[in-house]
């Protein structure tokens, strides 16, 4: 008894000091709030386009090491104005910070339950570094570049130039495939098949050649070739890296391009598929 007593006056307490605080609101410090959210909206922007215009200007190694700063510069500017919000119409003090914190948390905890997993996610994301701007990854089916580390999720450019929007929740239940994980450059991979008999000397120096002498090529990482066995064709994979990853498909195409040339001009034969069986 003694013990429920006392939490219903301790609810009583707690709910009468959040009255007071809800009947200080006026319209002038609303008109403040508003103009604080106004400066969050903007701020945001002016703070993305500074980082984009800079990550250009500075040396090519340093560019991605600019781009990643974004996220903390966004909530850098998130939390000032929402601990201002706070201080307006909250009156933060020792006396009221714990009651109106703890009501506050349930509120938003049932009412943006999803939004909330998000934005937790992104945090943690932040320490973790699953993703940062800049880099190449996969989630599900969707492959791309990070241009966009939001408080609740990302923005993957994808090699179609369409704009994907992927929550930070993913990072539940989803793998995230990172191709260069902060680097600038990211290993390309392409495949190529030919029929059994084919001149394997000549290939692995023809695929060599293509990539070492392709302009896009970072000639400071490994260039390496590889083969495997298949029932119907030699399977091989050239395996490379672009000086700037943004580069990844154009060049792709570029080597894909090149290499064809020259094993048309030995007449390397390609692999002949059986027919198939439609019965």
């Not at 905890?109 to 996969?138: H, M, T």
């Not at 990072?171 to 600038?184: D, F, Q, R, V, Y």
């Not at 290939?203 to 392709?214: D, I």
Request: hydrophobic residues 45%; aromatic residues 12%; charged residues 20%.
């Amino acid at each position: 008894m003694f013990v429920s007593g006392y939490l219903l006056q301790l609810d009583a307490s707690n709910s009468e000091k959040i009255s007071r605080l809800i009947d200080n609101i006026t319209l002038g410090k609303v008109i403040q709030g508003v103009l604080l959210v106004v400066l969050a909206y903007w701020g945001q922007i002016f703070v993305a386009k500074i980082i984009n215009w800079l990550a250009e200007k500075v040396p090519l190694k340093y560019r991605l090491k600019v781009k990643q700063s974004l996220p903390f510069w966004r909530a850098f500017v998130l939390g000032v104005v929402g601990v201002s919000l706070m201080n307006l119409f909250l009156n933060l003090s020792a006396d009221n910070i714990l009651p109106l914190t703890g009501t506050i948390a349930v509120a938003l905890g049932f009412a943006f339950k999803d939004y909330a997993s998000s934005v937790i996610a992104g945090v943690l994301a932040l320490f973790e570094n699953p993703y940062q701007v800049g880099d190449r990854i996969k989630i599900g089916d969707d492959y791309g570049e990070v241009i966009s580390y939001g408080l609740r999720g990302i923005m993957l450019q994808t090699p179609d130039d369409n704009i994907v929007t992927i929550p930070h929740n993913k990072l539940w239940t989803e793998s995230i495939s990172n191709a260069n994980k902060g680097n600038l450059e990211a290993q390309t991979v392409i495949s190529f098949y030919f029929s059994h008999d084919v001149d394997i000397e000549n290939v692995f120096y023809l695929l060599y050649r293509v990539a070492q002498t392709s302009k896009y090529t970072q000639l400071n990482l490994p260039i390496l070739v590889v083969m495997e066995e298949k029932p119907w064709a030699t399977y091989f994979k050239l395996k490379c890296y672009p000086i700037d990853a943004r580069d990844e498909f154009i060049y792709q195409t570029d080597l894909v391009r090149r290499a064809k040339r020259y094993f048309q001009r030995d007449n390397l034969p390609y692999p002949i598929l059986p027919p198939l069986d439609n019965n």
